[in-house]
């Protein structure tokens, strides 16, 4: 049997060339029926929009006192505040980020380190935000831009504490980061991915139960899904490593928890995704089980 | 906690991201040309944006499909009233030099063909859909889809020679 010139035929379909027109066009038509995503915040007529920076002194955000609930704080002293807030509200301009500072830390050189990061990541975060926005509005374009940053905090027991910040970016489409840091409490240091383990043979178990749980679930859920490569559905740029420190955290489980940003493992529907990886798939190479059980 | 279920348009949006090329070769393969095949991209999302015909997210591939053969069996209806396509009109989109015998089989054999067998065998064997899903794209029920490829193939194989249909039988 002979199969080559209906071989040929696909084959040829497929060469079909196609016009760097295309991602234009596509981006048009997808755009033209866009609309802002965030309305959260009324525009008030007649009131010209003012650019207000809040600086929160000390105190207890009700965002912060959210992020809190549910998470009980035993007896710990070490505690995250919100520190400062940029606020702007123009309309289709809308920014809102909270830079988180770690208090009551012995260890004033990780708390200034720490503190210090956030601040410039939030300062910075809005510094791009009022840049990108005087561009369009100098242009005259009729742009939607909005961020969101904030902190939740992901852990909180006796020894850990794990703070999640996120940045939530919208023009045209949107895009969802996250960054945890852990600190162990008690001995008041910043943990490492790379610390937890013997060496540095973890990035390959992780990768390969990350790709059998991706697996596991595509396979239970049609509804989810992920960049690997499988023999019906070949991605060419799909996950392939963890990086050396990919972002995670330790649940309250004492459990490794892998996350990654949007788009980085899954399409956009999926958002920020997270895999807690079984204890028993690391046992063999975690330096201890002072963290992880 | 970050996870938010996407909106409707977004779902679109990736899905189109994800399947653009796709889209343009399948109405290219309708029109041969590149001015029409991006017009019929550009309609369809478009349509697609506005039409709230999805009831079933899971549905969104033969959907889109759905509405990119449509748009593109529309366009020909149109243009057909206004000039005939000849083969020195597809000869002069063939692209390239080395190939150019071969993609005047390409053309040949899909000019040869009626939109009705066109759109079976450019769904089933270049775009690789399963029967189930041509049958729903083309609102046709499976044994029609099934004569069609046969039939398409047959008609393929009266041109040349050494094509293979019996694959469409045991597929079908």
């Known amino acids: ?293 | 906690m970050l996870k938010r279920e996407p909106t409707w348009e977004q779902k679109i949006a990736e899905y189109v991201m994800e399947n653009k090329e796709n889209f343009y070769r399948l109405a290219y393969s309708y029109v041969q040309n590149q001015e029409d095949a991006l017009d019929i991209v550009q309609d369809s999302i478009q349509k697609a944006m506005l039409s709230k015909t999805l009831k079933d997210d899971k549905a969104i591939k033969s959907w889109f499909y759905k509405i990119i053969v449509n748009t593109s069996l529309d366009f020909l209806r149109k243009r057909k009233k206004l000039t005939v396509v000849d083969d020195t009109t597809l000869q002069l989109h063939s692209q390239g030099v080395s190939d150019y015998y071969e993609d005047i089989d390409l053309h040949r054999a899909i000019n040869e063909l009626s939109p009705d067998y066109r759109s079976v065998i450019v769904l089933r064997y270049f775009e690789d859909l399963k029967i189930e899903e041509v049958a729903e794209i083309l609102e046709l029920n499976i044994s029609t889809i099934k004569t069609r490829i046969y039939k398409g193939l047959k008609l393929l194989r009266i041109q040349m020679e050494d094509l293979n249909f019996e694959e469409a039988k045991q597929n079908g």
Do not use: C
């Open chain 1, 1 to 293: 049997m002979d199969n080559n010139k209906m071989d040929k035929l696909v084959e040829q379909y497929k060469d079909i060339p196609i016009p760097q027109e295309l991602d234009e066009i596509v981006e048009k038509a997808l755009i033209v029926n866009k609309k802002p995503r965030r309305t959260t915040t009324k525009w008030i007529a007649g009131v010209a929009a003012a650019t207000v920076i809040f600086t929160t002194s000390v105190n207890l955000s009700p965002a912060l006192a959210k992020s809190l609930e549910g998470v009980p704080v035993i007896g710990s002293v070490v505690d995250v505040i919100t520190i400062k807030e940029y606020k702007v509200d123009e309309g289709n301009y809308q920014a809102d980020i909270a830079v988180p500072a770690v208090q009551e830390l012995e260890n004033k050189t990780l708390e200034q380190m720490m503190n210090a990061k956030y601040l410039e990541e939030g300062q910075q975060l809005y510094t791009k935000f009022m840049s990108e926005m005087e561009q369009q509005q100098a242009f005259n374009e009729d742009g939607h831009l909005s961020v969101t940053s904030g902190y939740e905090i992901k852990v909180d027991t006796d020894q850990l504490l794990s703070v999640g910040r996120f940045i939530e970016e919208t023009a045209g489409s949107s895009m969802t980061t996250i960054h945890y840091d852990t600190i162990d409490k008690q001995n008041e240091m910043l943990i490492t991915l790379p610390s937890l383990f013997k060496d540095n043979s973890y990035i390959e178990v992780i990768n390969s139960n990350l790709i059998e749980q991706m697996e596991q679930q595509m396979n239970d859920d049609p509804s989810k899904m992920y960049f690997i490569d499988s023999p019906d559905a070949p991605v060419s740029d799909g996950f392939k490593t963890i990086a050396e420190h990919q972002n995670f955290y330790i649940n309250a489980d004492h459990k490794l928890v892998i996350a990654f940003n949007e788009f980085d493992v899954a399409p956009g529907y999926m958002g920020t995704v997270e895999f807690i990886i079984p204890t028993e798939a690391i046992q063999s190479i975690l330096v201890s089980d002072e963290y992880i059980k």
